[in-house]
Structure formats: C-alpha cells, structure tokens
C-alpha cells in the first residue's frame, strides 16, 4: 500500500522484507530517503538505522520510522539514534507524502548547509547547521556574534554555553532566537569537556520548547511574543533584577530568567496580569475562563 501510495505521488519505490536486506538495497541503490519499520524480521528498525549512519554514503540519506508502536520513548530513542521524522500506522496517505517531501526539502538544506561559512539562521536554521554536524561526523565552531554565542561540535557532540545557562538549557534559549549572523569555523579543536550528543541536545530542547509554547498559547500570549516588554517594578525577584535591560521582548524575558523555560513564561504571565509588567503595544493579557 505505501509502495502504491508513493508512486502515485511521483516517486520511484525500492522495497525490501527484512532489515538485510534494506540494507543491501541501500547501498547498490543509494536512495534519497528511507522508510523504515521498527518492527523487522531479523535485525530490528534501530540497529538498521545504526548501521546506514555507520556508512559513509549512507550517513545522511533521510530516515522516517514507521511503526503501529505510538510509545513516546520509542520516538526519543529513534529521534536520538539520527531518524528524522517518525510516523505512526496508518498513516494517512496526504500526511505520509507532505512528511516525504518535508523530508526531502531538509535533506536539501543540509547538504546547502554543510558548504556554508557564514549566513543568517533565518535562512539556515541553527538547528539545521546541527544535524548537519550530527549526520557528518565533522569538527567545527559554530559563533553567533550578535548573541555572543559559541558552539563547538565534533563525532556527533555538542558543547553549548550561553550567558549562565548549558546544554539543553542554553540550545533551548539559542532556538528561540530568531535572526543572527553566524560563522562556521572548520576543524576547530577538541571538544570541552562536558560535551554532549547532538541529537539528545536537540530532543531535549525541542522538548523545553514545546513545554513553553502550551505555556504561551494557554495564556493567550503566542502572538505578544515579539512585543517590547516593560516594568513598573515586579515582585518576582528574577524579573526586577532584569529591570535594567528592559526593553525586551516577551521571548527575551523568558530565555533571560534562570529557570525552566516554561515556568518562566508563568511567571511572566502571572507579573502581566498583575500589571507589575505591560507590553508597549498591547494590553496584558487576562486570564482565560
């Protein structure tokens, strides 16, 4: 069925039985983009996946997982082995060709990415010009000048630092970013101790990221996001302490407090409805029935 699916959206379909075998295939074929089931005879989705990133002409071919097992650790772990995207049985036939061809595109971007120097994250997300490390295995600096950020990768790890802030906790507030210049140093060294894995950085973040945007759409402040956010004086102690560089938009507060991203976004939102904070352009917010 999804063979038929695909060949009526335009592609050609190569298929196999059994995780051998695909991989086999794989390599005489060198496909754009793999569909991959968890379940397999013999060796299972997981250890095929492992295997096509261990081959250098294989390494950044796209990989969907495709499973009827809807678990959310399943995901991460697929997420966090180097899959791109991950479908879930049935699958509508519109969403499984929007899904190929998004895939697809970001393979596109990688491959634009890998050769770029320097540019904007508005062109080239940060989070592509990471995966792009993760699928090559390459060393480098990433440096974003405007934001005073460094990012150094290399063997598929990460070590991010911006302002107080590490890790998943520092990437999260680096996401949220929306412009910037960056410039790509190659082969810039040996990692920092305390260097993690791309791809668990990147899940981790994702995550955080989700978690705050429920907080801004439950509060009614997704589209404040960008306004210019000012104080009259807060009792929060993290948000007066914050008072002198005020100014800032909404996401800039949020990614400027020291704690989760979510539970700032509360705060900030309980403080806007308190009236201890206003947007310049629009009314705080009030709290929904």
């Not at 994702?206 to 009614?220: H, P």
Request: hydrophobic share 50%; glycine share 8%.
């Amino acid at each position: 069925v999804l063979q038929q699916y695909l060949a009526l959206a335009g592609y050609r379909v190569v298929a196999a039985e059994d995780g051998d075998g695909a991989l086999a295939r794989a390599r005489e074929v060198r496909p754009d983009l793999v569909l991959l089931d968890v379940q397999l005879p013999g060796a299972d989705g997981f250890e095929v996946l492992s295997r096509l990133r261990a081959l250098s002409e294989l390494r950044d071919t796209p990989v969907l997982f495709l499973t009827s097992l809807a678990t959310r650790h399943l995901k991460v772990r697929g997420l966090e082995a180097g899959a791109d995207d991950y479908l879930t049985k049935p699958v509508d036939r519109a969403e499984l060709v929007a899904r190929v061809r998004a895939a697809l595109r970001r393979a596109e971007r990688y491959r634009h990415a890998d050769r770029l120097l320097a540019g904007d994250v508005r062109e080239v997300g940060l989070d592509t010009l990471l995966q792009t490390y993760q699928l090559s295995g390459k060393r480098g600096c990433i440096r974003l000048p405007e934001l005073a950020a460094t990012l150094q990768v290399g063997d598929g790890a990460l070590a991010c630092e911006w302002r107080c802030f590490r890790g998943a906790a520092a990437l999260a507030r680096l996401l949220l970013q929306p412009r910037g210049a960056f410039v790509v140093e190659p082969d810039a060294g040996p990692l920092p101790a305390g260097a993690e894995p791309i791809a668990s950085l990147l899940v981790a973040a994702a995550v955080a990221l989700d978690d705050l945007g429920k907080v801004l759409r439950d509060a009614g402040l997704a589209e404040q996001a960008e306004l210019d956010i000012v104080a009259r004086g807060c009792a929060d102690d993290a948000i007066e302490a914050l008072r002198p560089t005020f100014p800032l938009s909404l996401l800039e507060l949020v990614a400027a407090l020291p704690g989760r991203l979510d539970d700032n976004a509360t705060a900030v939102w309980s403080a806007l409805i308190a009236g201890e904070l206003h947007t310049l352009e629009l009314a705080g917010p009030t709290r929904p029935e």
